[in-house]
């Protein structure tokens, strides 16, 4: 997919202007500049997620080649991001909140979502000589979107949030400086299309190992 | 209907004709309860921290406990038959009421050992028996399903915990903090979030029914 191919432009801008381009944010400073590869790292952990579990419902409603593998492997990059997301930002919560882990909403949130995508993997990789493993697989996947949105209702009930709602709000409007905002913006387009990028990467390998066995 | 009550019976006539599993699954709960306790060593634990020991025992003596019953099947080469004769939803549901009065009958072991080897002393028993009933159900609800997917993978108990805790997280929360309102004051605010675990409970129910058929029918 060339559009994929569009983060060899996108990916060093992003990084060049996260550090020359972008100013310090009042308070916190230079490591404000986390927010850059935070946030989008965020972004495509959650995209990664749903995008496996929509394969995963078209797997069971139409069926279709390769789908569960592809779902496997969306779940693969997402496992990665997910990780990077709480090492940045327990990095982040060290110099702005004085410790590593606080059980921030949005903490629990990326935990749970990290739970998941190793429960999964664990359950892809422990039904390997089972035919079915797609199916079985992909059940388990729409059975965690479903149970998402009361992590979404119940979690904000039980902690009190730390992160500020610069970003996600109930107005829906990113509320940071204009230049910040258009790093932000570039650096979240820069890692959308590495996802993409490595998506298209591994479902190639898919299709050749597929030719392969044939 | 009809090929419910008969699964269900079955099931029930086979775990009463070697009740090993629910010997070892009640033992397994209450050493669970008693390691606690004697930890403490007498020491009463402030109420948040109660309810956090109660759903841990309960969460794990679930894991124990509600996997046999597809694994079962899957040993003993039962499945085919079944796979056979009655429909997956029959199935699904005649597993999930097996499994319901096998968690409801280890809470009630489980929860007054707790309560008299812990020294609590539930101020709201009302809120605390509907929570335990609703964070109950909950865990059936989803371990049922993720017992015939652990089972398919050749029954493995760790595996089984691992994919059933992300799931089951948003239920065991809720039930923590109700648990421990119990055992503190008479609240009754906190109902709504008994509602929300028989919510949740049928939330999962609804869509294990529909997909239950892709996991318990194989190409």
């Known amino acids: ?214 | 209907m009809a090929e419910i009550l008969r699964n269900l019976k079955k099931d029930i006539r086979v775990e009463f004709r070697n009740p090993s599993a629910l010997g070892t699954a009640i033992s397994f709960a209450c050493i669970i309860t008693l390691a606690v306790s004697i930890v403490s060593a007498g020491i009463p634990f402030p109420p948040m921290i109660q309810a956090i020991l109660l759903w841990i025992i309960l969460f794990f003596s679930a894991m124990n406990a509600l996997l046999h019953i597809f694994t079962r099947e899957e040993e003993e080469h039962t499945a085919l038959f079944l796979r056979l004769k009655i429909s997956a939803e029959s199935i699904y549901i005649s597993k999930l009421i097996f499994n319901a009065a096998f968690f409801f009958f280890i809470e009630a072991v489980v929860c007054p050992v707790f309560i008299f080897f812990a020294g609590s002393s539930v101020k709201n028993p009302l809120l605390f028996v509907s929570t335990v009933i609703g964070g109950g159900l909950a865990i059936v609800s989803a371990s049922t399903i993720l017992s015939a997917m652990a089972a398919k993978a050749g029954g493995k108990g760790t595996l089984f915990t691992v994919i059933s805790f992300p799931l089951l997280l948003p239920a065991l929360l809720v039930s923590i903090s109700t648990t421990a309102v119990s055992i503190e004051s008479q609240d009754f605010i906190e109902y709504n979030n008994v509602f929300f675990l028989f919510a949740f409970s049928a939330a999962i129910i609804a869509i294990s029914l529909l997909l239950f058929k892709y996991i318990w029918i194989e190409e």
């Open chain 1, 1 to 214: 997919m060339k559009i994929g191919r569009l983060v060899y432009i996108f990916m060093p801008a992003a990084i060049l202007s996260a550090f020359l381009l972008a100013p310090k944010a009042e308070i916190l400073g230079d490591s404000s500049r986390v927010i850059y590869f935070h946030v989008p790292l965020a972004m495509v952990s959650v995209i990664s997620f749903v995008y496996a579990g929509i394969i995963s419902l078209v797997y069971l409603l139409r069926g279709g080649a390769l789908l569960p593998e592809k779902a496997r492997n969306s779940a693969g990059i997402g496992i990665v991001c997910t990780a990077l997301t709480a090492l940045t930002g327990s990095l982040w919560a060290k110099m702005a909140w004085g410790s590593y882990w606080n059980w921030d909403p949005r903490e629990t949130s990326i935990i749970i979502l990290l739970l998941i995508y190793t429960a999964y993997l664990s359950l892809y990789a422990s039904l390997e000589n089972n035919t079915n493993r797609g199916k079985i697989c992909s059940a388990y996947l729409i059975l965690t979107m479903a149970v998402m949105p009361f992590f979404v209702f119940v979690i904000p009930r039980v902690y009190h949030s730390l992160h500020p709602d610069t970003i996600i709000n109930s107005e829906g409007v990113i509320k940071i400086e204009t230049s910040m905002r258009a790093v932000l913006l570039i650096s979240a387009a820069a890692f959308v299309l590495l996802y993409i990028y490595l998506m298209d990467i591994k479902n190639r390998l898919l299709n050749i190992e597929k030719v392969k066995h044939e």
